[in-house]
């Protein structure tokens, strides 16, 4: 062996490339704040990634074997194939999506390595886990298992595979109790190191499966981008205690990375929502439901306006402030430039322009913030909502596209919604409010929105994308 080959297998060597490599990490986590250095963030973070993927093949016995590199190769190229198309080719709309499959990947793969731990002990004649540091392995394979299968349900339902309500069996809570009790009890005995090991290791791998499907099965679509962010906490911690089980630095740091960051944006999107985590691991709130016009109640709230193209964008052209609203419904009709080319025309004609960004409006955390960088929209006209809703007593015209739930006064009106308490867009304090919808059906929260009868309310129907262009072409000839 060269003196090159043993310096690069030294384990301080090693251990300098994990340090490079985690610091890189936190580094890129850094420029994720803003989207003007997120690309870079990303890349800066990709490249420790790297680093740590060549550290960990410079690990004496990880390429021991006759087959071991092989199947290292054949692993990365799968990846790579795809990975890659799959980051590069999915729609902006569809991101919530890949980034809950995504992260059940992870999770799978937790748990898959704490079977193949097990199997590696056991065969080699190990007998009690917990003289082994075996414990983590364990954590890693039930909360690894969860992550899996609730991130599938996650995506089914984002993808509309799966019905968007709550899908509640009877006895929920006891079942998922004795499903974890399960768990617990698998780990305890596999721990003792007991015979008959395998039917205990898949007894924890199957009743983990099912308590992922069964926990994430009765929330409702309305909790899914917090439902997202606490999954990806839970791959975050599972890769973590595979971390310490197999000695690996990258991974112990980068889940705990991971594992801290999904925690407190979890926490934080919550209070957003005016929602304790138990509450929506609980379920019940929110599903795709379309609800019509005449929804029980809705009949006394009054008539709605309608308007056109030309009166929108008379109003918006004369204004002295104009707040933009987005939501999930500029997602879905992919109308983030088309917004963009609205708001330069407004600027053009002295109008200031501003947006209003829930930190729940989408599917996913910093959906809004991420399909509006695509479009180049200024990063200083985005407006959090504690800092924009002051703003709306100031405001001529809101312009609300596809923004439902996050807009709806019942969150401060009405005590019997089931949204009452939920921070949201004040846009009703607005001198006059449009909003861009296809119909009158509800949002993913299955409930119906006085705004849209309020008498300065005015509906504009149709395909967000192409009724904004519509409102462009008019604001550009008056």
């Not at 009743?207 to 994430?216: P, R, T």
């Not at 963009?340 to 599917?363: N, S």
């Not at 001198?431 to 059906?441: D, E, F, P, Q, W």
């Amino acid at each position: 062996m060269s003196v090159a080959t043993i310096f690069l297998q030294r384990t301080n060597f090693i251990d300098a490339c994990y340090i490079v490599a985690f610091s890189l990490f936190i580094y890129g986590m850094s420029g994720l704040t803003g989207p003007r250095t997120a690309v870079r963030g990303n890349m800066i973070a990709a490249v420790g990634m790297a680093i740590a993927i060549i550290a960990t093949l410079l690990t004496p016995h990880v390429l021991s074997g006759s087959s071991t590199p092989w199947l290292i190769a054949l692993g990365l190229l799968i990846g790579v194939a795809v990975g890659v198309p799959a980051a590069r080719n999915v729609r902006m709309t569809a991101m919530p999506q890949m980034v809950a499959l995504f992260n059940g990947v992870g999770g799978g793969a937790v748990a898959i390595i704490a079977w193949i731990e097990y199997r590696h002990h056991f065969a080699s004649g190990g007998g009690v886990w917990i003289e082994k540091s075996q414990i983590p392995t364990l954590f890693a394979a039930i909360v690894g298992s969860i992550s899996f299968w609730g991130s599938n349900i996650a995506f089914g339902k984002l993808q509309e595979i799966l019905p968007g309500r709550p899908i509640k069996l009877p006895g929920q809570t006891v079942i998922n109790a004795v499903l974890f009790v399960i768990c617990l009890a698998s780990a305890i005995v596999l721990a003792a190191g007991t015979h008959s090991q395998g039917l205990f290791i898949l007894g924890i791998l199957l009743a983990a499966a099912i308590l992922g499907n069964m926990v994430v099965l009765p929330i409702g679509g309305a909790d899914m981008p917090v439902v997202i962010s606490l999954l990806n906490a839970f791959t975050g911690l599972s890769a973590a205690a595979a971390g310490i089980a197999l000695n690996n630095t990258a991974m112990i740091v980068a889940g705990m990375i991971v594992g801290a960051s999904g925690t407190i944006l979890t926490n934080l999107m919550a209070k957003a929502m005016n929602r304790s985590v138990p509450a929506i691991v609980a379920g019940g709130f929110g599903g795709a439901i379309a609800a019509p016009a005449g929804v029980p109640g809705a009949e006394d709230r009054g008539p709605i306006r309608s308007t056109s193209p030309q009166d929108v964008a008379i109003q918006l052209s004369y204004a002295r402030q104009v707040v933009i609203a987005p939501g999930y419904g500029m997602a879905v009709a992919q109308a983030q430039h088309a917004v963009r080319e609205l708001e330069k025309a407004l600027e053009a004609k002295g109008v200031t322009v501003k947006f209003a960004i829930h930190p729940v409006a989408g599917r996913m955390p910093g959906h809004m913030n991420v399909l509006l960088a695509e479009a180049d929209v200024p990063y200083d006209l985005l407006r959090e909502m504690d800092e924009i809703n002051p703003e709306f007593g100031r405001t001529d015209v809101t312009l609300v596209i596809g923004a439902n739930d996050v807009t709806n006064p019942a969150a401060k009106n009405e005590p019997g919604s089931p949204i009452y308490g939920m921070p949201i867009l004040e846009v009703d304090q607005s001198g006059s409010v449009i909003v861009l919808k296809r119909s009158m059906a509800s949002g993913f929260a299955g409930i119906d929105n006085p705004l849209f009868y309020d008498p300065k309310t005015a509906m504009l129907f149709g395909d967000a994308k192409q009724s904004v262009s519509d409102i462009t072409s008019e604001v550009h000839a008056l």
